[in-house]
């Protein structure tokens, strides 16, 4: 299985301080769950690019936050860094144990 602990977050970290569209408490409340405990796993797949499986316990809004920061940062990182990025492709959700979360950041977990 291939492991990359940190790379996806700070990805995330540095499309989310580019979004100009989002309010700073918006940014706030991503940025708080935007840690390597809330991360989809991935794992190679046949055709030698990545597969992204999303924890079964995440919800739509988490999902598509997600998403939005993926797509943020293909529009700023270099033109290698694209090609690489855009050989994932998303899997199937993966059965994994809800995390503890604070009260302020269950809007990340599926009802």
């Known amino acids: ?3 990359r602990p940190s790379s996806k ?4 970290l540095t499309a ?3 979004k100009e569209t989002w309010s700073l408490e918006k940014k706030a409340k991503v940025r708080k769950v935007l ?3 809330y991360k989809s796993s991935d794992e190679e797949g046949a055709d030698g690019g990545l597969v992204s499986q999303p924890p079964s316990w995440e919800s739509d809004t988490f999902q598509k936050v997600k ?3 993926d797509s943020k940062y293909l529009d700023i990182c270099s033109t290698r ?3 690489l990025l855009l050989k994932r492709t998303r899997g199937v959700k993966k059965n994994k144990d809800t995390p503890d979360v604070p009260e302020d950041s269950k809007w990340i977990i599926q009802a």
């Open 1 to 3: 299985m291939y492991k």
């Open 9 to 12: 977050s700070k990805r995330r």
């Open 16 to 18: 989310l301080d580019n």
């Open 35 to 37: 840690d390597k405990v």
């Open 67 to 69: 998403e939005i920061l």
């Open 81 to 83: 860094s694209k090609r």
